[in-house]
């Protein structure tokens, strides 16, 4: 996919191509690349979704705002924005990276959005940013329960378990693969009252567990 295809998903027109370009690039691929613009997009990000939530629910208190933005802001989210623009198609990644699944990995998708979100910024203003984010991220600010993610997926399935008086689920670490830095872990959710079993994959055990328990609970309560 060429960069204007993703600046056009992105809803932005660059002035700055080269901008775009070293958003687009990993690490692995040299110098410039957009761990800079990584670290900025972050920053704007948290602002621009915790103004977003501020504006919209006048009456949460700062806890549940802050889980909702956590919800929001967090690399699964991400990753499921950067696979909607076809991200992994631009990436410019190293022969290493390449092999191994680069443009596929979860991290490296989340960390390019928010590489683009910076890029964004730099090119033209916090406002420009703001409407980039505020386009991607409003199916999922409409459709948003102010108590739906108060909790966490592990904490939800144990009080669901509870409440029926039925033991506690398993989690078994069933694979580690990828490099130290670059690590996959596949989780087991193991449930006996239904008998039930789930798996989750993430970048850490926690939240390979986490995305584990989330599925359990998409079965035990669709």
Not at 91 to 112: N, Q
Not at 119 to 132: C, H, K, S
Not at 169 to 193: D, K, M, N
Request: proline fraction near 4%; aromatic fraction near 6%.
């Amino acid at each position: 996919m060429a960069d204007f295809e993703v600046a056009n998903g992105l809803g932005h027109c660059f002035q700055d191509a080269g901008l775009l370009r070293t958003a687009l690039t990993h690490r692995s691929f040299g110098t410039p690349n957009n761990e800079r613009l990584e670290f900025l997009g972050d920053g704007v990000l948290d602002f621009v979704i915790a103004e977003a939530l501020y504006q919209r629910y006048p009456d949460l208190p700062e806890g549940d705002l802050s889980r909702l933005r956590a919800n929001l802001v967090r690399q699964e989210t991400l990753h499921g924005l950067a696979l909607q623009l076809q991200l992994g198609e631009s990436l410019r990644l190293g022969e290493g990276e390449l092999k191994s699944g680069g443009a596929a990995r979860p991290s490296i998708l989340a960390d390019t959005l928010e590489a683009l979100f910076g890029a964004v910024y730099l090119d033209a203003g916090f406002a420009a940013a703001q409407q980039v984010i505020a386009r991607l991220y409003d199916p999922l600010l409409s459709t948003l329960k102010p108590g739906q993610f108060q909790k966490d997926a592990k904490t939800r399935l144990q009080e669901w378990l509870q409440g029926r008086k039925r033991a506690l689920p398993r989690y078994l670490l069933l694979e580690t693969s990828g490099a130290a830095h670059q690590q996959r872990f596949v989780v087991a959710c193991e449930i006996e009252q239904p008998a039930l079993r789930t798996t989750g994959t993430g970048s850490s055990r926690r939240i390979a567990e986490q995305n584990a328990a989330e599925a359990a609970l998409k079965v035990l309560n669709p």
